[in-house]
């Protein structure tokens, strides 16, 4: 089952989440994220938050969370639909406001690939995905032109890269000399290998 999670972020641009909607079997807002799906004209199956930026939706179902809590509403909602059988999680509405929510927002996708979920992070521009470790291999989207990988942890190890128009092979990356981004895919299927270490892997519109 494919959940797509709508967090409250500012977001202004809404044909990319009208079409992950298409492709969802359930649609689970965070909280404000009830305003994304009504303004995209949809109705979402569950939302999920404190409410504390909002009024409380009285046309959908409902999960009241209390404001002191230690998981932010957007993990509740992960939890939530893992529970309802979800096994594949799309994150939309989650990128600009404040760089806090920004980044724990980003970094759910860690959790997530831990617990065997096939996740990924849109905006109108990107998509995004945990790697952790090991040959993960990607089609080529050539609406997405770009990729990049930016390290999770001080240092990646073992980094080799095919497909790709700037190939590596048993190299290093640096978390604070990023040298593994604007790379564009050159075939129908591109890899990205790592021995040691865990990345989030960058799609990017130009």
């Keep these: 089952m494919t959940a797509l999670i709508l967090a409250s972020a500012p977001e202004r641009e809404y ?3 009208r079409e992950l909607a298409q492709q969802a079997d359930c649609i689970v807002c965070a909280d404000g994220g009830v305003r994304h799906a ?3 004209g949809l109705h979402p199956d569950l939302v999920i ?7 409380l939706p009285a046309d959908c179902e409902v999960i009241r969370l209390k404001p002191e ?3 932010s509403d957007l993990m509740c909602c992960a939890r939530e639909a893992i529970r309802r059988g979800a096994d594949t999680i799309w994150i939309a509405c989650a990128s600009g406001g404040r760089i806090d929510h920004f980044l724990a927002n980003l970094f759910l996708l860690e959790y997530l690939g831990r617990e065997g979920i096939d996740a990924l992070f849109f905006d109108s521009r ?8 090991g040959t993960q291999r990607y089609t080529a989207d050539p609406a997405y032109r770009y990729v990049g990988i930016i390290p999770l ?7 080799t890269l095919r497909g790709l128009k700037y190939p590596l092979t048993d190299a290093e990356l640096d978390r604070a000399s990023v040298i593994s981004i604007s790379n564009e895919a050159v075939s129908a ?5 790592i021995e040691d270490g865990r990345a989030l892997v960058v799609e990017s519109r130009d």
């Design 153 to 159: 942890d001080a240092q990646l190890h073992g980094v």
């Design 126 to 133: 990107n998509r995004v995905r945990f790697h952790g470790g």
């Design 189 to 193: 299927e591109y890899s990205i290998a």
């Design 69 to 71: 809590k230690d998981d």
């Design 38 to 40: 009504r303004a995209c």
């Design 49 to 55: 938050g404190d409410f504390d930026s909002g009024t």
């Design 15 to 17: 044909d990319y989440v």
